[in-house]
């Protein structure tokens, strides 16, 4: 329906929280810095250009600017550039920059330039710091309620396996990990595992439990609740953490403290991510052996040790918790020498779609809004607000497809200038601009992420200049044609584009297509579904290129499968790409998959990283910010790597 | 003579220029135009026209129930000296039903059909007299022996879609003669059933009007009928009425030309095999009348004055009254009737 | 099924003095509202029907960038949108869409119910019997539930969208037409042209129909009234037509979010459906009344 | 014919109806496009995780065997288990019975309250200026789009005066009392009143119009009749028969609910979970959910006929 129907037709929350489930922790941790770095060099960076704002909203502009960037406009039409340019950007902006104070100071039009630059929209305040910012010591205070939302209709807050966010929306603050990652570093830091010793062939992990952690209902987290856990995890046949589990051979627990899991093989990410499982109650399942799709729904008891106790879930109206005052990570356990919950109780309401959630926001029915639209931030501006803007770990590209059954001439992006030519043909930083309001992290380069490991200059980077993809087209027989379409042979560079409905897909990939037109390559469009996009682009490849949201930065695996020669069906790139041999995609990954620590692996993915590059099997176009509304009456919150979601034991009232 | 007599009893219906017009979208409907006439107690009156003359809207602005756009706009209604026309619709309430009381034409929708017909007999006794339960049962059973259908006491539970429609007729009239009124308006009672069953109803009315001293108003276009029944009678023409005369001397010596032509075209006059009559031409439209007289378009006698005056309804020394330029004393030399 | 009597039975006749009635033009010039929905109908469908000559297609999907979210100007009545399209071009636009669903969709319940109601009617007994179940289970199907099922299910086009709703509201109309045809089929007229030997079919479409045309064609009006409400319900939803095409409901369902800071976005599509219905409903009353005899006045 | 007999035969000639629709709907659903196992593992799952989550939910079984299955089950009154909460669909469906019942029950007599007195003096005073009036509102209630007007109340009572909640039917956390309950109700409730309101209004007004042209009232009315007596006993008896019907016919979406404005004001309904299952395509779910609806309509003609039957003695029962 709106940006966000998928999410709600996955009848989860928050708009596809889940897709950033399966994080490998270590990689992280060094991403998530370089992420940082980034976002703050881009900042400074684009600081020159945001001084004049956007071509963006300008609800609030006097008219006759508006009327010198349509001038602008017809005057580049007339040059017959057409379409997008960064001359038209900038004609607009150099409207901008006649701003009145007065107007800026309302927040619009320079702010919504910016993206990650500015501070205030309206009554809404922009916060990006790392640490949360406690004014004063914050305190527990029982009678206080926080109230989230969700997109959501009918949980089951048993279920802590099967691909659902919710439950892991919920789960976070349910459940305590084996392991935890620390919110700003990402360093692997003890949760219920106090420590761990990994065997120098990596095929054995040992773990220690923590004496003072304890469920809800006062027995000792022991390490029978984490086999089992572990098991069902790895058995359960509607788990998507399947895989992660696969290869586990044996779990002995030799006392109630120590776990040991022995892997039939090596497998780097298993420590990180392995480790980052919830560990439930052994005894809320007896009865029904580890599958949890048979715990009765009279029993929706969950027994967690997390910092919020499960209270009830009223089916289509809400979910509630209740502080777990003795969570063994109180007081003293963070940083900043403060420990939660605050809040005596923490309330999920759940929404029929995101357009409901964000009037209830308005309506001040709820503290939380995400993931906030750009669309909707100036809305947001009417209450007061903390916007908490990050940089994301989604990616927006482009996926070729190098074998269409449709396409009589099946070679036609064989030609690796081809691909590096609509790289250059396309505006990256404009885009961003046009369609997330400069919420956004361009990419000129097809990076490996998370593995965003080398500074940007020393990678090959495709830089926007469409001279440059002409001459490329050029080079490979492209002529344009009377129409202004290129043109081979007779046969024209006309293909198919698909993308999904949903978060902004068709709105960018109409971007895209006007920046294609500019260097003469039409592009049909069609919008399609989750269902029918997923019949297309996985059994009928009817289609030339798949604008596709690449979801986090998963455990390699799972990239690979977008990247790696296409063998359905692990290996699965969307687009039959492949790439095999010494020092190829493929050979690199299987390295990478083998080795049984980060240290190692990390420079492989160096590699890795620049093979992408060369052989562009897609284009990274780049990475939308999360946005998180947060009523100002709420502090604390904390972006949570991990969830591209918040962990509410930190917020507390103002 | 007995007529002279009865003509000096007192009236209890005597009505004035009751004039009766519809305000339409498309003009004012001039539906009763100044209609004078009086009903002795126990006397009967035919209304006698063809259909569309007024005679309905007459019968019911009597009782105040024209429909709207319908308005009486003028004229009075003595009734049991009380004028009806001054009367709230409070106080005219109090008078339907007890006092006057009508039978209308078809008895297939004259019955509330989900209402048991007991309880629609009595239903007049019911509100203007608080009878018990008991009394009312008791009523209606008496009523519909009256009316002479069989079975009464069963019958009283039955519904209308249960009885003929010659039942329902006398169910009809058993309910408005419920509490003996003493004006029923009759308007075309037999219209709508067959002849046997129109027998069965003059019968009931006739039985009636011997065994009560209630007046009776008898609307009709069917001068037979109005023979079975009446003493006198008034006919009447777009509206007006066009000649007034106790029943013997309607038929004996019919005055207007239009009264002439109703009784010729009755069957059974002339000869056995003999074509009726029929009067040519259509009535005028009520919303634009013609400047002169309304019947001149039909007149077989009409003279070009017809066309330019209305003639008045002039009473003749017979006492007897006519709406004609041929029996009107203002003329000059009286024209001679060719008959 | 329940048989009421009384409907054979004829309607009372204490009415007025006859009079010649004004002609069906004046009649439904009289009623005001009809009329001012006509002319409001013929507006909106002529100003529609025409955008295209006056505006190229493209313009309703195209992104400007540098023209985003503007407000009203004399170039842009209504703004732009977050893409920098023109919201009014988008609403001409949309209107089309609107306008052909529900048009559409009420000329195929129309066309099915007509035939199936005829044949139904003229012939009675056994086809009579059996049209009539088929009308009363799809009567008792659930019909917006399985309309928002379809829709979610199957990404409906515009087309299959109008044939959605057409197919699943047609049986008003066959009941509608039965009645009349079986009123009609015993007429003298039609008799005589049976007389003649001429086929069924021509006797019931050639002679029949034109008869049983005056409640038609009410229905025919307020079902397309009934058809845009329920495209613009389900394209609000997000189950109908998808943008980048626009229609009445997903231009406001897309608009929502602004309603603080343009509300003209979302205020103006909601505004447009509800005077279409409004307009429609008012002409079908309208044409009722100056069919019915009945309500002659 | 007896009532018990009339609704037997009734029930028999509706048997059928009932089965075809789960046949139609079930190959529906499972012919479309999408895949529950897809929704529940999400897109990133890869080819084979989806198989493997297919295989467990039992959606590789032939679709024969799979509808043999599912309908077996049903008759014996198991609707089988969401796929998506693991729940019950039973208990899913019974605990937005209530919510459901709450907001369409509301509306139904609130509306109906309202539109019987006003239809009336619509057609009593027929062409006076309140019955235009009262003409007019009731077709901007039959011609308002419920969303746009739902909307609007939102943006207006919601969120500028901040007078009524906007979502859900009771304040999370706070103990659902009536109070909060009725705030919650108010407007989704009336919205779909006022629409309906304008529906029933329409019909009485109709009705009753018929129903004074009719002799047995002039008839009535000659009786001198005080007006109490004459409209109750001989104008609406007869004159609200046509809506009796409707009110039967309007049961399923008693029942069924009202899913868009379910969907905007958030009410914990069955609309809400019709529309969330259909998206999320919860085969489970939306089928039970389409039984339901269906058998809700069947009731509902029944009881139209019945409650017909019962106020008109001229009806016949074929």
Redesign the interface.
Known sequence: ??DY?LASSLGVSGGGKSEELMVDRSVWNLMRRRQYNAARRLAEQRQLVDECGP???????P?QQ?LI??R??LRRTAVGAGG?SLA??F??CGVDSNASPSQSATGTGTATATGGGFESIGRATFRREQYPTYEGTPAFHADATLRLGAVISDPSPLDMVSGLTYYYGTAVWMYDWLIDLDPVTLEVIPSVAESWDISPDGLTYTFHLRSDAFFWDGSPVTSEDVKFTMLAYRNEPLSTLKSVYEPIESIDTPDGRTVVVHLSRRFAPFLAWGGQMFIGKKAAFVGFEGRMQDAPASLTVPIGSGPWIFEEVVPGSHARFSANRNWFRGAGWDKTGAGGPYYGTLIQKFYADY?SW?FSY?GGEVDDLYPV?V??I??IG?VDSWIYDTPSTVTETMNFNFNNPDRPNKTLFDDVRVRQALYHAVDVE?MG??IWKGFWEPRTSNEVHPWMLKPYQDQIKYEYDPEKARGLLAEVGWIAGADGVLERGGEKFTILGVCP?TYLA??YA??VQ?YFKEVGVSMDLQ???SA?LREITRNKFTFDVYFRRHWGWGYPENFREVVSTHTPPTGLNYGRFSDTGPGSVDDLWNQILSTSSNEESVPLFYELQDRQAEVLPSLFFGSPHDLVAVRKNVLGHQPNPMWQDWDPMWWYPA | MPDTNDRKAAPVLEVTNLTTQ?F???GV?H?VDAVSFSIPAGRALGLVGES?S?K??TA?SLIDLV?P??VRVAGSIRFAGRDLMTMTSEEMRKVQGTEIAIV???P???LN?VQRIGDQIVEIAKVHQGLSRAELTELAIKMLKMVHISAPSLRVRAYP?ELSGGMRQRVAIATAVSCEPALLIA?EPTTALDVTLQLQIICVLQELRASSSMALLLITHDLGLAAELCDEIAVMYA?QIVEKAPLKEIFGNPLHPYTQGLIRSLPGQGQPRERLETIAGQPP???SLPPGCRFADRCPHAVERCWEARPALVQLDSGREVRCFLHDSAVDEPLAVSA | ??????RV??????????????SFRQRIL?NR?ASIGLIVLILIGAITALTPLFIDADRV???????????P?V?RPL?TD??GRDVLVRLLYGGRISLMVGVGAASIAATIGVFLGGVSGYFGGRVDALLM?LT??VL???Y???L???A????PSVLSLTLMIGMLRWTTMARLVRGEFQGLRDRDFVLAARATGRSRFSIMFSEILPNAMGPIIVQFTIGI?FAI?AE??IS????GI???TPSWGNM???A???????PWL??VP?LL??IT??S???LG?GLRDALDP?LR? | MSTAEYIARRAL??AP?LL??TVI?FL??HL???DPAQNLAGPRATDADIERIRDAMGLNEPIIKQYGIWIGKMLTGDFGESFISHRPVSDMIVERLWPTALLMGTANIVSLLIAIPLGLIAAVKQYSLSDTVLT?IT??G???????FG??LM?LFG?QLQWLPLSGMATPGEPATAISVLQHLIMPAGVIAFIYTAFWMRFVRSGVLEVL???YV?FARSKGLPAKRLYVKHVLRTGLMPLVTLIGLSV?ELI?GS??IE?VFSWPGLGLL??SA??S?DFTV?MA??VL??I???IG?LLA?LA??WV?P?????
């Open positions: 329906m709106r129907t071509a963006g909203i300008d609800f609030l502009r008219r508006r960037a349509r602008e406009l997008v038209a950007l004609a607009a357009q964000l308005l639209s669309k909707d100036e809305t009417q404009g601009k046009a409905k068709p709105e109409q971007v006007q919008i399609l579904d029918p | 519809f339409t979208s498309t409907v539906a569309g007024g309905t809207v019911l429909p756009p319908g209308l034409q078809n297939l929708t004259s059909p879609h308007d509206g439209d009520l919303i | 099924m329940a048989v009421i009597e009384s039975a004829p309607i009372g006749t204490n009415s007025l003095p006859e009079r010649r009635f004004p009289r509202p999907t195209a992104i400007d960038l540098t023209s985003q979210q503007q407000r100007s170039e703004g977050e893409l179940r009363d289970m008792g199907l659930p917006f539930f399985l928002i099922l379809f979610s299910l199957f990404r009234a409400l613009s319900s609000y939803l997000g189950l998808r943008p980048p406001l369902s897309n929502q979010g602004y309603l603080f800071l343009a979302a205020i909601g459906i509800f219905v409004l429609f409903n008012f009353d009945k006045r | 000639q509706l109806l075809l629709l709907v529906m659903i479309a496009p999408g007019t077709f901007v039959i011609s308002i789009p419920s969303f746009w909307l609007l943006w969120i042209t009719q002799d002039l399923p069924t899913v868009v969907t019709t529309y259909a998206n395509r939306v959910l389409v609806a269906s809700a309509v069947v003609n006929d017909y039957r008109d001229r009806i016949r029962l074929t």
